[in-house]
Each structure stands twice: as structure tokens, then as C-alpha cells.
């Protein structure tokens, strides 16, 4: 389960018997029955947290830009909603450098252009 959603091994998963609901088995795509089965499933599954790092982050073909709107919220606003779009909880690091390109906002998704303003956008973000 954890692998297929991108994240590390499981670390935490209590299993319990279920005796009113059908199950599905992950890698056969079989269902138990209860009625005819010892069916189980799990109270929840607690996976590792990956960290990944994303260089030279790009919104929608642009650099994103280092606010989360244009002109506001920047750095870890902006930082963490990358990550949370991406699937993770937040942003771990983030380095944040003069764009010579245009940049996009992850907020509203404006565009900033290097010739008419001061545009910063992500050298890197690492998100956990």
C-alpha cells in the first residue's frame, strides 16, 4: 500500500477481523467474504515519510515563482503548496534565487515577467 502511494514502508498497520464487510486483497485484486472467509483489514496504515527534492521546480511549464501569490506569501507558503500538489506534507528546505525567466505562481497561477519586476523563484524544494 505505502509503495504504491509513493511513500517508504509501513510502519504502523493494526489488523483486525472484520466480520460485516468484504475486503479486497492489494496485489490479487480478490475479495474476501465474510460470510464464507476469516476476513481481516486494517485499523489504518501509517507509512515512512520520503523526502524528495525537486530542482528547478516548474508550474505549468514556467519556474515557479518563489511567491505563493504575485508579490505575497512568499517562500514557505509557496514552498509547502508545491509539495502538498505534489503529495507530501510540506516542505522540508527550499532555496530561493533571482529568476532570470518568467515564473508562475502556484496561488492563482500569475505570471511574473523579469523585465518588468524583480521575479525570485526556487533553486530547489525538498519536501517531506
Not at 510540506?90 to 521575479?119: F, L, R
Request: aromatic share 12%.
Amino acid at each position: 500500500y505505502c509503495d504504491e502511494k509513493g511513500y517508504g514502508e509501513a510502519v504502523d498497520y493494526p489488523k483486525r477481523q472484520t466480520y460485516n464487510e468484504d475486503t479486497l486483497t492489494m496485489e490479487q485484486h480478490a475479495t474476501c467474504n465474510p460470510a464464507y472467509h476469516t476476513c481481516h483489514t486494517f485499523d489504518y496504515i501509517t507509512c515512512d515519510v520520503l523526502e524528495q527534492t525537486f530542482d528547478n521546480p516548474r508550474e505549468h511549464g514556467r519556474a515557479l515563482d518563489g511567491c505563493y501569490e504575485f508579490e505575497s506569501d512568499c517562500g514557505d507558503l509557496a514552498a509547502d503548496a508545491f509539495c502538498v500538489d505534489k503529495g507530501y506534507a510540506s516542505a522540508k528546505d527550499y532555496s530561493m534565487v533571482v529568476s532570470q525567466e518568467e515564473t508562475m505562481t502556484i496561488g492563482n497561477h500569475a505570471v511574473c515577467d523579469p523585465a518588468w519586476h524583480g521575479c525570485s523563484t526556487f533553486d530547489y524544494i525538498t519536501c517531506i
